[in-house]
Nanobody, 117 residues
Framework: QVQLRESGGGLVQPGGSLRLSCVAPGNIVSINSMGWYRQPPGKERELVASITRGGVTDYGDSVKGRFTITMEKLKGAIYLQMDAVKPEDTAVYYC???????????WGRGTQVTVSS
């Protein structure tokens, strides 16, 4: 079982920055990749960014060049640096991990990000 703890959401003005954190304590060895997904109001959940244990990253088209995902493997943690945010970035952001031989999906509870002036 992988438990994910998210933090860092909140209210930010357009053009500003925010940093999200997600920690999977005690599950470092079993995790194959981690990432962030988001679900805007009334829409489906979508990929924001992901990173493998080997450091390979992937980004959703709408955040490329603005968001950066990084990983601290020893801590079992990932971070999402969000720069130049836009109102359309408003969503609940969920931390995700794929773990074990079967690549089982685990989800955090989500953290709200609101971009508004």
């Amino acid at each position: 079982q992988v438990q994910l703890r998210e933090s860092g959401g909140g209210l930010v003005q357009p053009g500003g920055s925010l940093r999200l954190s997600c920690v999977a304590p005690g599950n470092i060895v079993s995790i194959n990749s981690m990432g962030w997904y988001r679900q805007p109001p009334g829409k489906e959940r979508e990929l924001v960014a992901s990173i493998t244990r080997g450091g390979v990253t992937d980004y959703g088209d709408s955040v490329k060049g603005r968001f950066t995902i990084t990983m601290e493997k020893l801590k079992g943690a990932i971070y999402l640096q969000m720069d130049a945010v836009k109102p359309e970035d408003t969503a609940v952001y969920y931390c995700n991990a794929l773990a074990g031989i079967a690549n089982i999906n685990y989800w955090g509870r989500g953290t709200q990000v609101t971009v508004s002036s």
